[in-house]
């Protein structure tokens, strides 16, 4: 019997049971298989990576690209959708309980709890997060603050009693998306339009 992988014979018997294959050669193409995979994965974060690169840089100068007709919201005249991530959590707050601690009366404490699962679109006029439990809007002219904080998108806007919270489980993601609002931001409160691609 003949090794498909080496070429050379093999022993008969050997051969009939445990298959052509020497067990060095099997060990030795396995290692091959696991050093491609590694190498193509490796490829495409790199990929990704310059990928999400050039993507911050064009949103830095101001660039977008129509996301319309993947938007989930019905779109205003001359709004344009430039960036949405789907799967992400709208989240509710809950602030430090004061007062004294009753034994076996539940106490609120400073956290975050997932409240709806949805998509969080960001447009020229507004942020919006459509779930399962309706709409949340936000106009991108009021907004004073966006931050993040690991997976946490932290928004702040005039007139509003709280700010907004939203866990983006895509690190990329997140980063686009705070990228969008502040450039937006800045470009509202200056005046200027966003070059939509």
Same mark, same amino acid.
């Given at each position: ?9 093999? #022993? ?6 445990? +298959? ?22 490796? +490829? ?12 911050? +840089? ?9 996301? #319309? ?20 959590? &709208? ?32 447009? #020229? ?38 700010? &907004? ?33």
């Amino acid at each position: 019997m003949i090794c498909p992988i080496c070429g050379k014979s093999r #022993n008969l018997i050997a051969g009939v049971f445990a +298959g052509a294959r020497h067990p060095e050669c099997l060990e030795a193409e396995a290692q091959r298989l696991r050093s491609e995979a590694v190498a193509r994965e490796k +490829g495409e974060a790199d990929r990704r990576r310059e990928q999400h690169e050039k993507l911050m +840089g064009q949103i830095e100068m101001g660039v977008f690209k129509s996301l #319309n007709h993947e938007a989930e919201i019905m779109l205003d005249e001359g709004e344009t959708c430039c960036a949405m991530v789907k799967g992400c959590w &709208s989240t509710l707050f809950y602030p430090r309980a004061a007062g004294r601690v009753v034994p076996g009366q539940a106490v609120r404490v400073d956290g975050l709890k997932k409240s709806d699962w949805g998509t969080l679109h960001v447009t #020229n006029k507004r942020i919006c997060f459509i779930g399962r439990g309706g709409a949340k809007t936000l106009p991108i002219k009021k907004f004073v603050q966006c931050e993040t904080h690991g997976d946490l998108l932290h928004v702040t806007a005039e007139g509003r009693a709280s700010s &907004s919270y939203f866990i983006v489980e895509s690190q990329e993601g997140l980063e686009m998306l705070a990228g969008c609002i502040r450039k937006l931001t800045a470009l509202a409160k200056a005046g200027e339009k966003p070059i939509i691609e």
